[in-house]
């Protein structure tokens, strides 16, 4: 663990690894009970993402069942997965810095729309900044696949689009969609361990 002292605080780096997808039903699995639903279990790809990163998890993570919502912090143990290049690195730095967390909301108890709220130091970034959205695709198998959509400045589609794909059912079963995913990945990633 990393300690960064600033004037106005201490930022916590964790330790970092370098990992293989080609196992990751492995290293990224459900440590403790959280009432997550079936449909978010797993681990998903990010399959078309433009940015240095590729796998997700909402494992471990609290779920409120009350508000349908989700806090997921892209700096958490064994949460994401980011490529093992130097833009990889800064992308997982940067996030770790400003605390960079994402807060799904489901629309309903159907749990197939989302609005995602993008928050950096515990800030939300306004929705006329990034409307994000995810969206189950209406012929996914309980919630396999899911488009990520953003709109940037009130009307831009941009940067960060991508399909969301179960690689790893909730069963720890790798998926169909596993082979594609290492078709379209270098194996080698970064992660935060702890």
């Not at 449909?39 to 009350?66: H, K, R, S």
């Amino acid at each position: 663990m990393y300690i960064f002292i600033t004037n106005y605080e201490i930022i916590m780096f964790g330790s970092i690894e370098k990992k293989q997808l080609d196992n990751i039903a492995t290293w990224m699995t459900s440590t403790r009970e959280t009432k997550l639903p079936s449909v978010l279990q797993g681990v998903f790809f990010m399959d078309g993402n433009p940015l240095p990163d590729d796998c997700i998890t909402f494992y471990n993570l609290e779920w409120d069942a009350q508000t349908l919502t989700l806090l997921l912090p892209v700096f958490g143990r064994l949460q994401w997965t980011f490529h093992n290049s130097i833009l990889g690195l800064l992308l997982l730095r940067g996030a770790q810095l400003v605390q960079f967390t994402y807060k799904i909301q489901f629309e309903d108890a159907t749990l197939q729309r989302s609005q995602i709220i993008p928050l950096a130091l515990g800030i939300p970034i306004p929705r006329f900044l990034i409307d994000a959205t995810m969206c189950q695709e209406k012929d996914s198998k309980d919630g396999d696949t899911w488009k990520r959509k953003n709109i940037w400045l009130g009307g831009i589609p941009w940067v960060g689009e991508y399909t969301l794909r179960r690689i790893v059912d909730a069963d720890g079963n790798y998926t169909p969609a596993f082979n594609d995913m290492l078709a379209k990945v270098q194996n080698d990633c970064l992660v935060i361990v702890e």
